[in-house]
């Protein structure tokens, strides 16, 4: 499996910004699609965006499109998440996830096998 490790969470205002990245290591990232994905306290985790393997295409979750961006560069084997306009209801653990069976890519929190540890995103209104 691959090792994933988030940074890039903190203590923010409703209408700033933040970028979260995720570095990989132990295996090739460009063979891995990449997703994020957030828990807020007392719910499931949810999708949030994803990227394919080499970054020509990218899902988003209907609640973050249009704010967040989630971009590749496979030459330093991070994916990183650029939350902009952001709104207390954003206030979750975010994590990054590794998806290395699918082909095309996915919203599904099953098809993600090695995830990193989160990062806590705070939106004060």
């Known amino acids: 499996q691959v090792q994933l490790v988030e940074s890039g969470g903190g203590l923010v205002q409703a209408g700033d910004s933040l970028r979260l990245s995720c570095t990989a290591s132990g295996r090739t990232f460009s063979n891995y699609n990449m997703g994020w994905f957030r828990q807020a306290p007392g719910k499931e985790r949810e999708f949030v965006a994803a990227i394919r393997r080499s970054g020509g295409n990218t899902v988003y979750a209907d609640s973050v499109k249009g704010r967040f961006t989630i971009s590749r560069d496979n030459a330093k084997n991070t994916v990183y998440l650029q939350m902009n306009s952001l709104k207390p209801e954003d206030t979750a653990v975010y994590y990054c996830?590794?998806?290395?069976?699918?082909?095309?890519?996915?919203?599904?929190?099953?098809?993600?096998?090695?995830w990193g540890q989160g990062t806590q995103v705070t939106v004060s209104s």
């Open positions: 996830a590794a998806d290395a069976r699918s082909f095309i890519v996915s919203n599904l929190l099953q098809r993600y096998d090695s």
